[in-house]
């Protein structure tokens, strides 16, 4: 295992096992950001010229080191890709020490796993300009933001401004927040990740991306509750690979997962670290035989900013090795395959939905490359044998959703005995505060050909294949309507995911499949 560090220009740390094309490409571009000249300002921040703040924003050249430098109170970069678990083998060095106690300037920070800001601009005392990373290999993809913050004042309002976000629209203009982890107030009151902040507005600003489009502003005032605290803020809760690593390893804790699940690796990444799929499974002679069970496909995080897709995903994995028995049932009657994290590598270096090739891993389905795209290809050889050895009943993708509330489906037209909504709307019955049947959608657009649903449809022939979306917000109807999420809410619907399966499969004199089906 080669544990993530923070670093400045190292290309050359990238894991051995990363693809050579990717380390000449790198190699040929190192330095490019991390080596840029600095400059102190008047009130002592690290930062860079105007004119190359400007560039950051309007990401005139792409972004091609995993390892991205920068540094505290005016720059933040991230952690380095590796191959294995992430795990932070010391604390950086700090960009910016205050200077004295009468020192107000904040100290930013963003070089630890998932963290993804680029640059930090102190524009008055209490008010800081903030650019974000662009994914790796890419010029934009800036809408997931995770960095921490030091040296506050406790009730001082602070105004800040990510001034290089990129969609015309946003639900921060429908009343979401952000998210802010206290560690002081966890260790006082053991309160985690809350939403808070005011004056929250979303819009078009200035900077030009091209000739005519515009970057967006998000801003937002946060009055922080304590001093001498260290806090996150971030666009959804995190949930970051070595998050899942320490989760897998529990779940493999248990003495009751022995007999019902199996880890195994599926593919490497560019970098080297290990893509999991978990099979599970009551043993033979539990239930239906073996041979007659039929399978279900999940997975989840293909784009690594859509953190609440991990949420879903880890309510379905405690539904599915849970006691109950509706667990066993489903253990019984189904084989699960599930990989939990498609992309890695993107969720480590903080990108929104790229791979470090720069490629959206969701658009390539069609003809993925085993050089470029080595997990895509060996999921979806995957599922071609799965479907080999028994009926594949279902494929969901998990997803976070950034201008729609709600947690709804994308899947595909089919017109047939079981019609393709007729799974939704089952899902809808089942938790009608979380889930909208109404803010589904069946059609398929041209730009969605090379999405995983579209091929599992058209290509694989699997019937019921979906992406599932959940808000980066909150629920849309029943009692939670315009409320944010929490992550018990995300659980719960991955839970009623795998729930549905067994009305949707039931007996026919056991299920309202059939009458819901004449309805559709």
């Not at 900013?305 to 019984?332: D, F, P, V």
């Not at 839970?495 to 056991?510: E, I, K, N, S």
Request: charged share 15%; with cysteine.
């Amino acid at each position: 295992m080669t544990a993530w560090t923070t670093c400045v220009c190292t290309w050359q740390h990238l894991s051995s096992r990363c693809h050579p094309l990717l380390r000449q490409h790198l190699q040929q571009q190192h330095c490019q950001q991390c080596c840029s000249s600095c400059r102190t300002t008047r009130s002592g921040s690290t930062t860079r010229s105007n004119s190359t703040v400007h560039e950051d924003a309007v990401a005139g050249g792409a972004a091609t080191s995993p390892c991205r430098g920068g540094g505290e109170a005016a720059a933040a970069g991230s952690s380095q890709v590796c191959c294995g678990v992430g795990v932070a083998a010391a604390a950086p060095v700090a960009w910016y020490v205050p200077q004295g106690h009468d020192d107000p300037t904040l100290v930013f920070e963003s070089r630890f796993e998932c963290g993804n800001l680029r640059r930090a601009v102190q524009v008055y005392p209490y008010e800081y300009d903030l650019v974000l990373q662009p994914d790796i290999n890419t010029r934009g993809h800036t809408q997931w933001y995770y960095f921490s913050v030091r040296n506050m004042r406790a009730g001082q309002a602070y105004i800040f401004n990510i001034i290089n976000l990129q969609k015309p629209d946003s639900l921060y203009n429908m009343g979401m927040l952000p998210l802010l982890h206290s560690e002081q107030q966890m260790l006082r009151q053991g309160i985690g990740w809350v939403r808070a902040g005011s004056n929250v507005y979303y819009g078009p600003n200035s900077i030009k991306r091209g000739k005519q489009q515009s970057n967006f502003t998000l801003t937002f005032t946060m009055e922080f509750p304590h001093e001498h605290d260290t806090v996150h803020l971030a666009h959804c809760y995190p949930y970051s690979y070595s998050d899942l690593q320490n989760h897998l390893y529990m779940l493999l804790k248990e003495p009751s997962s022995s007999l019902v699940l199996q880890r195994s690796c599926l593919a490497s990444s560019l970098a080297g670290n290990a893509v999991d799929v978990l099979t599970i499974t009551a043993p033979e002679g539990c239930g239906t035989p073996l041979s007659q069970r039929q399978g279900v496909v999940l997975s989840a995080r293909v784009h690594p900013g859509e953190t609440n897709a991990s949420w879903m995903m880890k309510g379905a994995l405690h539904q599915l090795l849970g006691a109950s028995a509706e667990a066993a049932a489903l253990r019984e009657q189904f084989v699960f395959k599930v990989v939990p994290m498609l992309n890695p590598d993107g969720v480590v270096v903080g990108n929104y939905r790229c791979s470090l090739a720069g490629l959206d891993l969701n658009r390539v389905w069609q003809e993925p490359d085993s050089r470029l795209q080595p997990v895509i290809c060996a999921f979806k050889g995957m599922i071609r044998a799965f479907m080999q050895e028994r009926q594949v009943a279902l494929f969901v993708d998990m997803h976070g959703h950034s201008r729609k509330y709600g947690v709804f489906c994308y899947g595909c037209e089919k017109k047939g005995v079981r019609d393709s909504r007729l799974f939704p709307l089952m899902l809808y019955i089942n938790a009608p505060d979380l889930f909208s049947f109404r803010s589904c959608n069946f059609k398929v657009q041209k730009s969605k050909a090379g999405t995983g649903r579209v091929v599992g449809f058209r290509e694989l022939g699997l019937v019921n294949a979906y992406t599932i979306e959940a808000s980066f917000c909150g629920a849309s109807v029943g009692k939670y309507a315009k409320q944010h999420f929490n992550t018990g809410h995300l659980e719960d619907m991955g839970a009623a995911l795998v729930r549905t399966l067994l009305d949707y499969w039931a007996p026919p004199g056991l299920s309202s499949a059939a009458e819901l089906a004449a309805q559709l």
